[in-house]
T-cell receptor, first 113, second 113 residues
Framework: AQSVSQHNHHVILSEAASLELGCNYS??????LFWYVQYPGQHLQLLLK??????LVKGIKGFEAEFIKSKFSFNLRKPSVQWSDTAEYFC???????????FGAGTRLFVKA | KAGVTQTPRYLIKTRGQQVTLSCSPI?????VSWYQQTPGQGLQFLFE???????NKGNFPGRFSGRQFSNSRSEMNVSTLELGDSALYLC????????????FGSGTRLTVV
């Protein structure tokens, strides 16, 4: 069955620290991969997505993610976080040809000013 | 352009009642998906619709149902409400079948008392 695992439920960082949030998925076929972000009081929004091609994808606000097929991983990274990056981050996967996107449990990031 | 609109924003119902939630997707989007979001379970997939057809359904009891209209608007219905149905219900739309990523609405907060 399709599933997504996010390694950390809560992460606390100081401003300017580097960020890496882990995400692993279980589906063995071809997948589309996503990261969504939910800022406090706002609705979920798409941060970045991977379909095919270059495994390193860049999204909004300086975020990037790397797809490593052999590890079934799609980790989210940012070289230097800001206080405004405080939010909850969700990894999601969708098997191509399927009609269901599965979300991970989310990681709450708190950035200290 | 207008985003995904969900109505109502808040709802309080009594156990045993039924409820209907509405979602208007972004103009031109033909796919609508529904999710239940709770603090303990994260985002749980309910349904996905495309061109008025339910393409997939999550692991929810038959009390949860939905439909999509010819203008792509969607409704979901929950009958015989239980306390455990209290949650934020999110609607998301996509141009085609959801593979390009979703645009989410702000959700309907349902409280069952």
């Amino acid at each position: 069955a399709q599933s997504v695992s996010q390694h950390n439920h809560h992460v606390i960082l100081s401003e300017a620290a580097s960020l890496e949030l882990g995400c692993n998925y279980s589906y063995g076929g071809t997948v589309n991969l996503f990261w969504y972000v939910q800022y406090p009081g706002q609705h979920l929004q798409l941060l970045l997505k991977y379909f095919s091609g270059d495994p390193l994808v860049k999204g909004i606000k300086g975020f990037e993610a790397e797809f490593i097929k052999s590890k079934f991983s799609f980790n989210l990274r940012k070289p230097s976080v800001q206080w405004s990056d405080t939010a909850e981050y969700f990894c999601a996967t969708r098997n191509t040809g399927g009609f269901k996107t599965i979300f991970g449990a989310g990681t709450r990031l708190f950035v200290k000013a | 352009k207008a985003g995904v609109t969900q109505t109502p924003r808040y709802l309080i119902k009594t156990r045993g009642q039924q409820v209907t939630l509405s979602c208007s997707p972004i103009s031109g989007h033909r796919s609508v998906s529904w999710y239940q979001q709770t603090p303990g379970q994260g985002l749980q997939f309910l349904f996905e619709y495309f061109s008025e057809t339910q393409r997939n359904k999550g692991n929810f009891p038959g009390r949860f149902s939905g439909r999509q209209f010819s203008n792509s608007r969607s409704e979901m219905n929950v009958s015989t409400l239980e306390l455990g149905d209290s949650a934020l219900y999110l609607c998301a739309s996509s141009p085609s079948t959801g593979g390009s990523g979703y645009t989410f609405g702000s959700g309907t907060r349902l409280t069952v008392v």
